[in-house]
């Protein structure tokens, strides 16, 4: 009989090398994390329905507890030609639900040779989330244009619960700008209003959330096509270098009564 093969240990080096590893300017001990706890994720996601169309935004950030696993990761996932869904929760099972969502719509797209309805997309994410509540950690926004309804969002979060807004918000960094939108968000707005809201408002969540962060991903749905548009780190509105310049905000009502939120070294 062939002897057991015994396994050579590694170097020192090889080991140190297991033990921390190097992420930017920081070294990361993998021995310290409980890896038998569930990685903790988080995300931004953002849906507005405007005058004439619907707009999708994200920022790029994957994190898996307190690691950073992608910088520019795309949360915007197309489904048919006018119709995007938004991504929050763990990355695999929703680009799965994405990925099956995609093949069904294609053929019901080719069999009515037309845009397929949005809410035929929500409905079979729908049905992925909530048949497989106890294992899937997923919560979707699916939007888009079609000739019957127009311009429209729906919201699954988890559970399976299908509910049609006209803006939703998802993912960690909703709770740090539901605030903001619940002030400044109003019907009807014109493209580059709703542009500019959606901007000010990630960024919000962007600067709050350490799950949340890279850039803004934008996505214009209209009947005319489809637009995409990012937003680099150095041109969000909202930045930690300058917040400390400006950490005396005024409200549009405070304002007329020389009000104001300190908000400096909070």
Known sequence: RRPPRSTPKPSSAASDVYKRQVHGDYLIDMESIDWSQ????????????????????????TTGGALIYNRVSDKIEP??????????GASAHTQKIAQLCRLYIGQLGSELEETP????????IQSFIYNYKSFLSAAMICAGWDPIKGPQIYTIPLGGTLVRENIATGGSGSAYMSGFCDTH????????????????????AMFRDSSSGGIIRLLDITK????????????????QNNYSQSCLLYTSDAAD??????????
């Open 185 to 204: 968000y109003k019907a009807g707005m014109t493209r580059k209003e709703c542009r500019d809201f959606m901007i000010q408002s990630i960024s919000l």
């Open 224 to 239: 005319d096509g489809v637009s995409r548009e990012y937003i680099s780190h150095d041109q969000l509105p909202l930045k």
């Open 117 to 124: 309805p949005v809410y035929s997309a929500a409905k079979i």
């Open 38 to 61: 569930p990685i903790r994720d988080g995300t931004t996601i953002m849906a507005v329905v405007y005058d004439g169309g619907v707009m999708l935004g994200a920022d790029s950030r």
């Open 79 to 88: 489904i048919h030609k006018r119709i995007f869904c938004l991504r929050s």
């Open 257 to 266: 009564e020389g009000l104001g939120v300190d908000l400096g070294g909070r």
